[in-house]
């Protein structure tokens, strides 16, 4: 089983201190097997927030945690449009990694991640025909009982975002970025971007995308929040492509909590879920966390 910590949308420049050293306390002592971060380092891509973003990094690493970090849309500059055009991921290059879709693989599992930041679209993101083929490229020799995982900062699926029936825009091209999931085999896709949590089987969103659940993590720490939905990460207990817990790690002011943990299996084609246990469940009201993952069959 692998163990999995997934925070997302970091945001140095709009972040709180105190939830940001929350998250290093809380992974030093769970001792993920891997640490996922998916995007939105920065509030603006400034050199500052890159080095404090590359400091936060550099304290994971110190403590001995494996990490795949990728780029979001914040970690391109918005108002130095020569920056933005010119060299749109430099400082993301410089301050935290070359490598743009990071590949690592455990024993149990087998995780991409996948570049969807763009210049040219403010929020939206994208894929392209050469990170598709890298999809399927490197999943292509990984053993059947590893779990596929691929991470984007865009979901490439559209979302409930709001708390009507609103829905997000899904990442370019991502009819064709289904069929290459689906080619892939991929078991799990890890997003962010919307600072809200969700979880879905992706068969009950699109027609065609193989056996995939979307998980979306909350921003971890950034003052920003969506429909006043708290912060929060995911932590994820992974077994063989057909198995999988989701705890999402609320924040509740004061410390991180267990509010949800769900399980899911695999069953075919489809994934099933249950809701573990709410004892421990945060203290408060969160219906923004609670809503999504109760969206998803039990
Ligand atoms: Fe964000
Ligand atoms: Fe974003």
Known sequence: MARIAHLSDIHFGANDPNIVAATIDWVNDKQPDLVII????????????????????????????????????????????????????????????????????????????????????????????????????????????????????????????????ELSEAVGRHEDALQAIADAGIHLTLAGHFHRTYAEAASKMVAKAGPTLVIQAGTATSTRLRNQEPQSFNWLHVEQGNRMELQVIVWNGEEFQRASHVGFSLEGEQWHSEELST????????????APIAAADR
């Open 38 to 165: 998916s995007g939105d380092l920065t509030q603006r891509a400034r050199e500052g927030q890159f080095q404090d973003a590359a400091e936060y990094l550099r304290s994971l690493r110190e403590n001995g945690h494996r990490l795949l970090v990728i780029p979001g849309n914040h970690d391109i500059p918005l108002y130095d449009v020569f920056r933005r055009f010119l060299s749109p991921l430099g400082r993301y290059k410089r301050h935290i990694a070359e490598d743009l879709c990071p590949w690592v693989e455990t024993d149990e599992a087998a995780v991409l991640g996948i570049n969807t930041a763009r210049s040219l679209t403010i929020k939206d993101g994208r894929i392209n025909e050469e990170q598709m083929q890298l999809i399927r490229q490197r999943f292509k020799g990984v053993a059947p009982d590893k779990t596929r995982i691929l991470v984007t900062h865009h979901p490439l699926f559209a979302l409930p975002i709001g708390w009507g029936n």
């Open 279 to 290: 004892e421990e469940r945060a203290t408060g009201d969160f219906p923004g966390v609670k």
